[in-house]
């Protein structure tokens, strides 16, 4: 009995390298290549994930790049990339900017954007209106929204990012930005706007939270913090979801890496450290 006891243990241990070897070689039969470019917002996001899907299939080549969302969507039109990044639905209208036609919208990740402000500034909140004021450039100086008597420098993003569209849209409730003066400076990615903001004295702009650092500040707006906890629970509302597009259905890699970042694996890992919130999370 003993004998054959540990003879159907070790039949059970065989099975199971068997079945782990099985699956392991089918996740790694796995071949091609991806290109990806568009949103700087999405693209920690797009990076963590690329690592870990090479990982698990080392025959797929990755790369990605980020040039602001509008080049996401329009990479794929052209065919030079397989994946657009973009931080609104391109396959509909949205302000500014017509749908593209052919395009599939696939949902990975709820992107919390925030106010942000150099480290120096003395505010730590600011309503929607005094908001619009200073991104239209009504108000120039932050005593007058309860700060140090100093100028304030507005930091904005390039016309095309969709940081920029969804900062406009719901923090500023479609309030038109100023585009000029020696207060004003423009960036063209997240990173830029990073370096921006906690390298200028008095200056503010506008991110999504895996780029905010300890050299600046998430502003509160109406009171509200910019946390995973307000924009699930509604109370705070300048967040929105970020899309992977593709011409049509995807090919079978693409296909593949999509799923992965749309998995519970990486939703509830990776993804919430990076401080995007999974779409589950939104009802």
Same mark, same amino acid.
Do not use: C
């Given at each position: 009995?003993k004998?054959?006891?540990?003879l159907?243990?070790a ?9 782990? +070897?099985? #699956?392991?070689g089918?996740a790694?039969? /796995? ?9 700087? =917002? /999405? ?5 963590? =994930?690329?690592?870990e ?20 969507p *329009?990479? #794929? ?7 657009g ?11 500014g ?19 942000? +402000?150099?480290? @120096?500034?003395?505010?730590? %909140? ?5 908001? *619009? ?6 108000v $120039?100086?932050w ?11 507005? +930091? %904005? ?15 500023? *409730? ?5 585009s000029?003066? @020696?207060?004003?400076?423009? #960036? ?11 390298? $200028?004295? @008095? ?5 999504d939270l ?6 600046m ?11 995973? =906890? ?18 049509? *259905? ?11 970042i ?14 995007f ?7």
């Open positions: 009995m004998w054959f006891k540990s159907t243990v039949a059970m241990a065989i099975a199971l390298v068997t079945s782990t +070897v099985s #699956v392991v089918a790694s039969s /796995l071949k091609g290549k991806i290109v990806i470019n568009g949103s700087s =917002a /999405l693209l920690p996001l797009t990076l963590q =994930a690329a690592n899907f090479k990982k698990a299939n080392p025959k797929v080549k990755i790369s990605a790049s980020a040039a602001g969302s509008i080049t996401g *329009q990479s #794929v039109r052209k065919g030079i990339a397989d994946i990044a973009v931080d609104w639905d391109a396959s509909q209208d949205v302000p900017f017509k749908k593209f036609e052919g395009q599939v919208a696939h949902k990975v990740a709820v992107i919390p954007f925030a106010a942000v +402000v150099n480290k @120096n500034v003395k505010v730590d %909140n600011l309503t929607t209106k005094q908001l *619009q004021d200073i991104f239209s450039g009504k $120039t100086n005593k007058d929204v309860g700060g140090s008597d100093a100028d304030i420098i507005v +930091v %904005n993003r390039a016309f095309g990012s969709g940081t920029r569209v969804n900062f406009q849209m719901k923090a500023l *409730q479609g309030t038109d930005f100023i000029k003066g @020696n207060n004003y400076k423009e #960036v063209k990615s997240s990173g830029d706007m990073k370096t921006a903001v906690e390298t $200028t004295p @008095n200056a503010i702009g506008y991110m895996v780029y905010v650092t300890s050299n500040k998430a502003l509160q707006i109406n009171g509200i913090a910019p946390t995973e =906890a307000n924009v699930i629970n509604g109370t705070y509302k300048v967040w929105g979801f970020g899309y992977y597009m593709t011409k049509g *259905q995807p090919d079978e890699v693409t296909k593949a890496f999509i799923e992965y749309q998995s519970a694996k990486f939703q509830n890992g990776s993804l919430k450290k990076l401080k919130i999974p779409i589950s999370a939104i009802k």
